[in-house]
């Protein structure tokens, strides 16, 4: 059997238009998301650093919007993705909107995206629209257009305690809003005070706006606990001592709410009547803890690392001694045995730990990625034994590393004695390749993988697109700015574009976009070429 042709875009493009597609509602958009992964891996496909700006505030990206001043101001990348019968047009991403300046209290310190959901009915049409959910530094919930900046919605939560952190419970449905932990001030712990509420979690159905209930983290009911969360409807608690254990959110609601509270709506409160979500009143804690919950679940790790993925459930988990960090176990959650090859340990000498988790394409795999390799493994049952299961390599990606000839040979000295060395170069040495970043592009299913080499005083980094199935290389695209390893560093990679956020030192932060666009001088003498050949040929 012959070599598989490359796909062919021009008639790709023809049969989408011709209708040749199943009647499947999602066959168009794979259809299109198969032509644009089939230009952007093209070999006459480059990259362009269209815009860079610098910024002394923290700078974010979510689904194609570059977010400045805390969220105030909004830059979208101009894009050809939804014309991909057009070629893509490198420019210079655009202002959508700037809020109007705020005083300190009313900075938005956390953020995030919502996008509607399908096939459910919305009460307003604005509600179909992309918003932020924002929360501000005085405690009120924001939602806000994410096209136009007006505000859209807002809720006050409370006077109580600080909200500071945003968070999906249930990616596009749930959130939640987690405080500030409660701190004893000096002369309360000389006078033996105990601060009993550690936390309060707020959580929200989203669009239409309606209240769970706002949780109280109580110490006296869970102990010496130090942190709090909530994902997926489980309730996550965390020790000092490395202990972890999970309880039901939605049983614990069910057990201990105290009274049902509806936003906008009129409440009578500890001898205080007022409106639900709005200020002064707020919202009141409802969900009071009296008596220990039912435990779902509970492990202890290193350093509280906790991970839950796969199929069927496994997690994984560092055995709670230093020396065993960089060693993990990755067990079934049903009964807590350790998976066949289960233990895994990267044999390599780094400054930077190895890190390892679930591969978020929700094929089960697992991602565990060191200094100079990527590993992805895969979760299989054990052959004559469905009950157990194992973990084995799917593929390996390896650094570009070329041997160091001079780094095992002995020394002689001027005498004649020969001196043996007795160390070798570390995995992340800065001049060898050294993997830094590893993320996945569920649209194009691709992996993305930033790799850096420090080459005389400065760093140089390329991002590399891996086939998400194989492994095998499919494109690099080198990064023209210097890459600083003591620096903090965020890549995206989203379609048609890559951006790349530095912290610099004094809380600068640098924002490098780049473009797809297709190399003109590569592209004529494509054309030349074409003419020549049958148009069957034709890629591009």
């Known amino acids: 059997m012959g070599p598989s042709q490359k796909p062919n875009v021009c008639g790709r493009l023809s049969r989408r238009a011709l209708g040749f597609f199943s009647r499947d509602a999602g066959m168009v958009q794979r259809t299109n998301l198969g032509i644009l992964r089939a230009l952007v891996c093209q070999e006459s496909t480059k990259f362009k650093n269209v815009w860079t700006t610098h910024s002394r505030s923290p700078i974010a990206y979510e689904r194609g919007r570059i977010y400045f001043n805390n969220y105030r101001c909004c830059v979208s990348r101009n894009s050809q993705m939804e014309e991909m019968h057009r070629a893509s047009v490198a420019s210079e991403p655009r202002k959508l909107y700037e809020m109007p300046k705020c005083s300190k209290s009313e900075k938005i310190e956390d953020a995030l995206l919502w996008e509607c959901p399908v096939g459910e009915m919305l009460p307003d049409p604005s509600d179909y629209k992309s918003s932020l959910i924002a929360l501000t530094a005085h405690n009120w919930l ?3 257009s994410a096209t136009t900046g007006k505000v859209l919605e807002k809720i006050y939560l409370a006077s109580y305690c600080k909200f500071r952190y945003l968070s999906w419970d249930t990616p596009q449905e749930v959130i939640a809003v987690k405080s500030a932990q409660n701190k004893c001030s000096t002369l309360a712990r000389q006078a033996g005070i105990q601060q009993p509420v550690l936390l309060y979690l707020a959580v929200f159905h989203v669009l239409p706006f309606s209240l769970i209930g706002i949780l109280e983290i109580n110490k006296k009911i869970f102990g010496n606990i130090t942190d709090a969360t909530l994902s997926h409807g489980i309730l996550i608690v965390m020790y000092s001592s490395g202990l972890v254990r999970l309880y039901s959110f939605q049983a614990i609601t ?23 979500g709005e ?5 009141p804690c409802n969900i009071k803890i009296t008596d220990t919950p039912p435990l779902l679940f509970e492990v202890s790790s290193l350093e509280n690392a906790f991970q839950i993925g796969g199929h069927p459930w496994h997690y994984i988990i560092t055995p709670n001694k230093k020396k065993q960090k960089g060693v993990f176990h990755i067990c079934a959650l049903k009964d807590n045995s350790l998976a066949k090859n289960g233990i895994q340990e990267m044999e390599c000498c780094s400054l930077e730990s190895d890190w390892i988790y679930f591969h978020p394409d929700a094929s089960g795999r697992i991602i565990h990625v060191g200094p100079n390799q990527v590993k992805v493994l895969k979760l299989s049952e054990v052959e004559n034994n469905s009950a157990q299961h194992q973990i084995s390599e799917d593929f390996v990606i390896l650094a570009n590393r070329e041997k160091n000839k001079n780094e095992n040979l002995p020394t002689v000295t001027a005498s004649g004695r020969v001196v043996k060395r007795n160390f070798s170069i570390l995995d992340d040495d800065p001049e060898q390749e050294t993997f830094k970043i590893v993320d996945y592009e569920d649209e194009l299913d691709l992996l993305s993988v930033v790799a850096v080499t420090q080459i005389d005083a400065e760093g140089k980094a390329h991002l590399d697109f891996h086939c998400n199935e194989y492994g095998t290389l499919l494109k690099s695209i080198p990064l023209v700015e210097s890459w600083d390893v003591t620096y903090s560093h965020e890549v995206y990679f989203d379609r048609d574009l890559v951006l790349h956020i530095e912290q610099k030192p004094s809380r600068v932060f640098s924002c490098y976009v780049y473009q797809m666009v297709c190399d003109p001088g590569e592209e004529e003498e494509t054309t030349d070429k074409r003419s020549k050949t049958d148009h069957n040929n034709f890629k591009f």
């Open 254 to 276: 069910k057990q201990f709410m105290q009274q049902k509270l509806d936003l906008g709506c009129a409440c009578r409160w500890g001898g205080t009547t007022g409106t639900v």
């Open 142 to 144: 924001l939602r806000i």
């Open 279 to 283: 200020a002064p009143f707020g919202i």
